[in-house]
């Protein structure tokens, strides 16, 4: 029934995101839901898929279904993560061609773009509340290091490895 669960679970999530970022909240109902880990361990696995190469939902997916299941655990949680792609990939290529001109498609792609952001947006609200704020006090220690490695990002155009090195060493020297 685990393996079940969590390959309809994974599949769920892949069918009801965008992919990227946006799988999270929805990740972390899933998870939560069955009790397959805490909320701060959601966070720890979050913040590992995206240092580590691929899709941050199908690492997610391993790394929840490994630790809830074993490796059928996360063969399962990876299959159905990337069952919704792959059903959904091979039905575009067969009608790609037909509907790439269409004005009323291009209107609704470009309509989903707010709701991404909007998605991106609430998740960074959830996980910054619970990152920036322990136990009624400010943790004004990540803030800084959230400001300086955001504005290496930004504004000198830091790489994301370096940027993830940069975070690294300023929690060693102030987290």
């Keep these: 029934m685990l393996y079940l669960n969590l390959f309809l679970s994974f599949t769920k999530i ?6 990227g970022m ?4 929805i990740i972390n109902e899933e998870v939560l839901k069955f009790g397959w880990m805490t909320s701060e361990e959601v966070m720890d696995i979050v913040a590992i ?3 580590t190469p691929g899709s941050l939902g199908i690492n997610c997916a391993t790394f929840v279904g490994l630790r809830s299941g074993g490796i059928p655990g996360a063969l399962c949680a990876t299959l159905g993560t990337m069952m919704p792609s792959l059903t959904l990939c091979l039905a575009a290529a067969h009608f790609i061609n037909k509907f790439k001109d269409n004005r009323t498609l291009n209107t609704l792609l470009k309509g989903i773009r707010p709701v991404c952001l909007g998605m991106l947006l609430a998740i960074a609200m959830t996980m910054g509340r619970s990152v920036f704020w322990e136990h009624s006090a400010v943790c004004w220690n990540l803030i800084i ?11 000198i155009k830091l790489s994301i490895p370096r940027a993830i090195l940069l975070a690294a060493l300023l929690g060693l020297l102030i987290g």
């Design 22 to 25: 946006t799988m999270i909240p």
């Design 14 to 19: 892949g069918f009801l995101s965008f992919g």
């Design 49 to 51: 898929a995206e240092m």
């Design 145 to 155: 290091i959230s400001l300086i490695t955001g504005y290496c990002l930004f504004k």
